[in-house]
């Protein structure tokens, strides 16, 4: 009966795995990505652009000899541009076996998330950005939007980055 | 909201109200020619352009009959004829509300005019019969009795009487279903909304709330409860209406830009700035809520104070119109199957 009791903790356990997310915001609103994924934060660089490049390409940067292309965050999260400032940021994060950099407005903290804290995103979207929220959760009464980065892009996209 | 966006809603609702009533043009032809035929016919004819003035659903098919089916047809048409409109400004109603009135006018209008002219037509179509049985036997006994008028005048009182029988039966049938068709335009409760006035006791409480400039009554019972609005995150991705995600009591409400849902047509980006919304209206017990900006009152009325709509049409999501305020009731379990769905105001359930 304990056994049985320990075995079930164990498996609850495991479904209420404790994750790490790097938050950062766009357009007054937080988002979290998997910090599994974050490879460094960078501050604003010089991005050159790509002639010919998708449009949710800015451009590309040079990260200690490597060419890492950068995705223009906000258009693909359907939002305004803004202006660069102090607080822009360059996450690099790999995804789809590919290295990538995303622009975003800050990078706030890193924080622990458990499974059982993370609801399901409203499933009222049709358009191609519903696609990427993996959930949402909710902390010190923020939302936390967390975003699935595998699935910022695509798959012809992510083949397409990889050809540029 | 502007004394203009106030009038808006008015006609908007007196659109609503009034859709039921709308005539085939068809129809209005037939009855045209069905008014020069008969001196009595144009009296009564006049009669029902007076009350409101437009046509009433007069079926042209009997008005070519004889006089004691034109009678008999005048009475059917009474009851139909019953509900009064309120006076419409149709000219300002369809330049402000061009996109709603032309679907209203395919759809509901439509189904409405069409079920309820079908089955007055199926029943002309047999009073009709009965009268062609008739006459061709009365032309064959006219002629057979041209020898023998004792026999003729026999023959044709039994078919005056057998005639004059077969028509009571096929008008009083007709009365029936006229009976039936006046439910249908919205005198007692529909189908569509049964579920909900079953819920409802004869004197229920409904809280009024304004959305820029339109007011909307929910029924208290279908009230979860009300929000202030504190911070809306704003989701990606989502349809125009859908306004964000405001946590209450450690869960996510899904917030909805109820100008933006509700009348789609008219919400510009002008309309949406000046909008300013300060509470939500939580659905039942559902995770969705209606920002609004203002809330009226909350007060009791009785069923009948509601014309409640017959068909879900394009607009399930509303129960009726609350006649003295001039506003709509929302059908809320409607309204969540719609917004579970991401559908958006126009569209229909399924």
Redesign the interface.
Known sequence: MADAKNVAAVAAGKDDEVLQWVTFRL???TYGINVMQVQEVLRYTEIAPVPGAPHYVLGIINLRGNVVTVIDTRSR???PSAEVDDSTRIVIIEAEKQVIGILVDSVAEVVYLRGSEI?N?????????????QG?S?RD???L?LVDLDKLLSDEEWMELAQL | MSNSADDAVFDYFSLLLSEPEREEPEQEELQKESASSDEHEEKHGKATANQDGRTTRQAPAVQRQTQTQIQAQQALSRPVITQAAPPLNKLALEQLLAPVTEIETETETETATETVTKQELKTLEQVKSVIVEAKPAQVEIATQAKPLSQVKEKIEEKLETSASIKQEEAVAEKVELATTLQTQTGATPPGVTEQLIEQLDEEFQVLFFKVAGLTLAVPLVSLGGIVKVERINHIMGRPDWYLGVQTHRDSQLNVVDSGAWVMPEKYDEKLAQSVDYQYIVLLENSNWGLACESLVNSVKILKSEVNWRSKAGKRPWLAGVVKEQMCGILHVQALIELLNLGLGSQDSIG
């Open positions: 357009d007054n609103e999260f359907g939002l609801d995103a409203p499933n009222v979207g049709t358009e191609e950005s519903a696609k990427f929220i949402v909710n009464n923020e939302l939007i």
